[in-house]
C-alpha cells in the first residue's frame, strides 16, 4: 500500500525547502522504504537547490539519513524490517568497480546519485494530487519522514535505540568523506604532512582521520577563528587563517624541508586548487573534494606535474560504505573520530533555520530529527 508522509521538496526559484505532503510507492525491486529517524544538511542539498548541480527540480533531497525498515521490494537480501540502517550513496552494485569493493567508481555513479529518478526515468514519490516529484536522490531523498530507497545505498548498523539515529546519521557522506580520503586513499605515513583547505565537516573529519595516522603535521586552513580553533582541538598541529597569512609561503614554512606532502582541498575555490597544485611537494597530491558550480574551471603550469604531483578526484572519501561506515561508527564510539563536536541538531520544523545556519556558517552540520508520532500521538 502506498505511504502518505511528509518530503521537503526543492523547487526551481525557491531559496529554500519547503515541506510537502506526498505519497510514496510501495518499494520496487531492489528498494526498501525506511522511515526516516534524522537526516543530516549538506551543501551538495544547497548547491542542488541553488541549481549549481545538475539535479532537476521539483525533487526531494538529502542524502545522509538515519532510521528503521519497514518494507523491502523483490530480490533485496540481507535487510529486512526493523533493522536500524545509515544511507549513504548509491551503485548499481554489479559493474566490476562495485564488485571489487570500489563502488565510488561505479560506472554510473553521476546518474544514479544525482538524476533523482530510477534508471528507467520514473520517481518513487508524487504530490498527493499526483505530480511527479525527484526521489532516490543519492539513492535515498532522506530529507522526509518516509524514503524509498535503494538497498545499495543501505548499511546495516547495531545500536541501541533509535535516538543514536540521530547522531549517525551524518556519517553516510560528510563524515565518510573527508576521513576516507584521509584513510582510504592518501594513507600518510611517519613524516608526512596533511594540509586541509576548508574548516567544514568534511574538513574537520579530513583533520580527525589525519591524527589517526602517523602524519608529522596536519594543517587546517580557514577564515573562520571559531572553525580553526575546533581544528586544533580535534588534532590539527598548525592552523592557517588564508584570510591573515600569505597561505602559500606559510604551508611550505610549517611543512618543512621535505615539502607538503598531501592537501585535501574542500572549499569548491578554483583558485585554491590552482594553488594546491603548485604548493605539494614532487610527489604530492593534492585530493579535490570541494565542487563547485557545474563547469567550473582551474587551471596549473602541466609541467609542475612532471615530477610527479598528483591531482586526484575524491568521491565519498573512496569509501565501501557497507566496512567504512561501520568502521567511522566503531571509532567515534571509542572518542576517537569525536565528529559530534561540530553537529546540531533541529526539529524538523527549524529546518529553514538549519538551512539558514548552513549557508551563513553559523552551524557547520546540521541534522533534521524527525517527530515520527502518529498525528493523533501529536
Known amino acids: ?111 544514479l546519485n544525482f538524476r533523482a529518478a530510477r534508471a528507467d526515468g520514473t520517481t518513487p514519490i508524487r504530490t498527493e494530487d499526483g505530480a511527479p516529484l525527484g526521489g532516490l536522490f543519492f539513492g535515498q531523498s532522506s530529507l522526509a519522514r518516509h524514503a524509498v530507497v535503494s538497498a545499495q545505498s543501505v548499511v546495516r548498523v547495531d545500536v541501541a535505540d533509535e535516538e543514536e539515529l540521530n547522531v549517525l546519521a551524518p556519517v553516510g557522506c560528510g563524515i565518510q568523506t573527508g576521513a576516507g580520503a584521509i584513510l582510504n586513499l592518501l594513507k600518510p605515513h611517519y613524516g608526512d604532512s596533511v594540509a586541509v583547505f576548508g574548516a567544514g565537516a568534511v574538513g574537520l573529519s579530513a583533520v580527525m582521520a589525519a591524527r589517526l595516522t602517523p602524519a608529522r603535521t596536519i594543517m587546517a586552513v580557514d577564515v573562520v577563528p571559531s572553525r580553526l580553533a575546533l581544528a586544533t582541538e580535534l588534532g590539527a598541529t598548525h592552523t592557517i587563517d588564508s584570510s591573515k597569512a600569505d597561505l602559500r609561503s606559510r604551508l611550505a614554512d610549517l611543512a618543512g624541508p621535505g615539502g607538503l606532502t598531501y592537501i585535501v582541498e574542500t572549499t569548491g575555490v578554483p583558485s585554491l586548487l590552482e594553488l594546491a597544485a603548485t604548493a605539494i611537494a614532487a610527489d604530492g597530491t593534492v585530493a579535490v573534494i570541494g565542487a563547485p558550480s557545474a563547469g567550473s574551471r582551474a587551471s596549473f603550469d602541466v609541467n609542475a606535474l612532471i615530477d610527479g604531483r598528483t591531482i586526484r578526484g575524491v568521491t565519498e572519501g573512496g569509501s565501501d560504505r557497507t566496512t567504512f561506515i561501520p568502521a567511522l561508527i566503531d571509532l567515534a564510539r571509542q572518542g576517537r573520530l569525536p565528529y559530534e563536536k561540530f553537529v546540531r541538531f533541529y526539529a524538523e520544523d527549524r529546518l529553514h533555520q538549519a538551512v539558514t545556519d548552513a549557508r551563513s556558517g553559523h552551524t557547520i552540520k546540521p541534522v533534521i530529527c524527525f517527530d515520527n508520532r502518529t498525528e493523533e500521538e501529536r
Open 1 to 111: 500500500m502506498p505511504t502518505l508522509t511528509t518530503v521537503a521538496v526543492a523547487r526551481t526559484g525557491e531559496d529554500t525547502f519547503h515541506w510537502e505532503r506526498a505519497v510514496l510507492d510501495d518499494p520496487g525491486p531492489g528498494e526498501v522504504l525506511v522511515r526516516l529517524v534524522a537526516a543530516g544538511l549538506c551543501h551538495t542539498d544547497l548547491s542542488v537547490l541553488a541549481g549549481r548541480l545538475p539535479t532537476p527540480l521539483p525533487a526531494v533531497l538529502g542524502h545522509e539519513g538515519a532510521g528503521t525498515v519497514e518494507a523491502v521490494g523483490a530480490g533485496v537480501a540481507g535487510i529486512t524490517p526493523g533493522d536500524h540502517v545509515v544511507l549513504s550513496f548509491n551503485s548499481c552494485g554489479h559493474c566490476d568497480a562495485c564488485r571489487t569493493g570500489r563502488p565510488t567508481t561505479c560506472e554510473t555513479y553521476f546518474p
